[in-house]
């Protein structure tokens, strides 16, 4: 049986990431915003076209993962501090954002190591 | 004489290994309840589900460990279980006592997925496990006919649903709350209301195994159940030929893609055995269900043969499990049963530690440890 990843810790790094410890050894931190503007949910992605419907002019700067809630046993729903509440991230797709994503959050943060 | 000690009994019982958790009996604290009196040893062995297959060897293996220190006279094993909680998602207020739920899915109708249910649950109940059956076949439920279920669920002063019991088996189906003779015809949000009502309206209480079984296909009641019921593990039926082996791989891809471990597959109507010989008659081809096992990587858990007596047995009420035990159908769903219990525990084992149950806001999160 091959292992699913899953997490085994998640974190709050201030002021504004998550940080999520996963059962493979590696660590992924992930800027609010960054998170939001990758919103997967049927409002902020076209369906069928995969198009990008969501403004990010729109996003206010202080964003905040208001509530986070495990989905089955491969994704986390999150609630955003601007009401938005329809995305469901898959465990994969969040370890996916954090590949193409991380280095921005990172030389941002002035690079520390986790 | 000299006097026996705890840790004398605990280091020789060491040599006890679980097969399947590869550690000792004393190291995953399946030991309980050592008594010494004198030359007699009385202790319990707790194992981690009730449809162990290999109990009888390691009350034999423990029996003979003790009795080999010097001084003891009697050894008294008494094997129990306790089945170990599922890491998995996060268990709604009535959920929270059941151990372990299982999907019980197929790609395609008419493999015998509902039959394969009640014999399961049967032969789970047989080993003493408690077992409650959920019949999540919103269009077509089978569960009150092949359980002769003739009364409806309570509804308690809470709105909450009490299953009705049959032979100890905890059983709630659609079809308690339909006519028989009407079909469903419902869209899809209705139909995930109801599901999200069965999962979280009935009051299972202590469970060590439920069962789900689900409708045929993959489409939205079966993602409805992966998104708010904890699974811990899916099983899939199928037949033995090419269009039924097909569905199947779409039922699997459909558990994977939700990280729902396939805790393997049972091949249904695998062959024939007729009244006059005894020779296996492999009508529908031979070995689909081991292919696809093979070729995806998940367990064969066995097959079933097509016996009449088992569609009989449905119809009446009856599980072949039950109705006749020595058929070879009946002895398949035990193996199968038992193959399913011991894949649950190892993973149960190997899941420590992940997150299964979390439900933070910003402020409840933790902080991290800043380097």
């Not at chain 1, 729109?58 to 009401?83: C, E, F, N, Q, T």
């Not at chain 2, 004393?26 to 589900?49: C, H, M, P, S, Y």
């Not at chain 2, 459909?254 to 729902?260: A, D, E, G, L, P």
Request: charged letters at 20%.
């Amino acid at each position: 049986m091959t292992k699913v990843i899953a997490p085994i810790g998640i974190f709050r790094k201030d002021p504004d990431m998550l940080s999520i410890q996963w059962n493979d050894g590696t660590t992924s931190d992930l800027k609010a915003r960054y998170l939001r503007s990758s919103c997967p949910c049927a409002a902020c992605v076209n369906e069928w076209t995969g198009e990008k419907m969501l403004d990010e002019s729109r996003i206010p700067a202080d964003i905040k993962p208001a509530r986070m809630l495990a989905v089955g046993r491969y994704a986390m729903a999150i609630h955003w501090s601007d009401g938005h509440k329809t995305g469901i991230y898959s465990y994969e797709y969040l370890k996916k954002l954090d590949a193409s994503g991380q280095s921005a959050a990172r030389s941002e943060l002035g690079s520390k190591a986790t | 004489m000299a006097v026996i000690t705890e840790k004398q009994v605990l280091d020789a019982l060491r040599v006890v290994q679980d097969p399947d958790l590869h550690r000792d009996i004393v190291d995953l604290e399946f030991v309980k309840n050592l008594r010494i009196e004198g030359g007699a040893v009385k202790f319990d062995v707790q194992l981690t589900t009730p449809a162990c297959p290999v109990k009888e060897d390691l009350k034999a293996q423990a029996i003979q460990a003790v009795n080999a220190i010097p001084g003891v006279t009697s050894v008294d094993v008494t094997m129990t279980a306790q089945v170990p909680k599922s890491a998995s998602g996060k268990k709604t207020e009535l959920l929270k006592d059941v151990r372990h739920i299982i999907a019980v899915a197929s790609g395609k109708g008419g493999v015998g997925k509902s039959t394969a249910t009640a014999n399961l649950a049967v032969a789970l109940a047989q080993t003493g496990a408690s077992v409650g059956v959920l019949d999540a076949d919103i269009y077509g439920p089978s569960m009150s006919m092949m359980f002769q279920v003739k009364e409806s669920p309570v509804l308690d002063d809470k709105q909450k649903l009490h299953p009705v019991v049959v032979n100890g088996i905890k059983i709630v189906s659609m079809a308690m709350f339909a006519d028989d003779e009407k079909p469903v015809i419902w869209r899809g949000p209705m139909v995930s209301q109801m599901i999200q009502n069965f999962v979280h309206n009935v009051v299972w209480g202590e469970l060590d195994y439920l069962l789900i079984d689900m409708p045929p296909g993959t489409g939205d009641v079966q993602l409805t159940l992966t998104q708010s019921a904890p699974l811990s593990g899916g099983v899939i039926v199928t037949t033995p030929q090419d269009v039924s082996v097909l569905d199947a791989k779409k039922g699997l891809k459909m558990f994977q893609k939700v990280s729902v471990p396939v805790l393997g597959i049972i091949e249904n109507m695998s062959y024939f055995i007729c009244d006059n010989c005894e020779k296996k008659h492999y009508i529908f081809r031979q070995g689909g269900g081991r292919r696809i096992s093979t070729s995806l990587g998940v367990p064969f858990l066995g097959e079933v043969p097509l016996e009449p007596e088992v569609a009989v047995g449905g119809d009446a009420g009856l599980p072949i499990v039950e109705k006749n035990p020595a058929s070879a159908s009946a002895k398949a769903y035990r193996d199968i049963a038992g193959l399913i219990a011991q894949e649950l525990s190892i993973l149960s084992a190997s899941q420590t530690g992940v997150l299964g149950d979390f439900d933070y806001t910003w402020d409840t999160l933790p902080k991290a440890k800043t380097a």
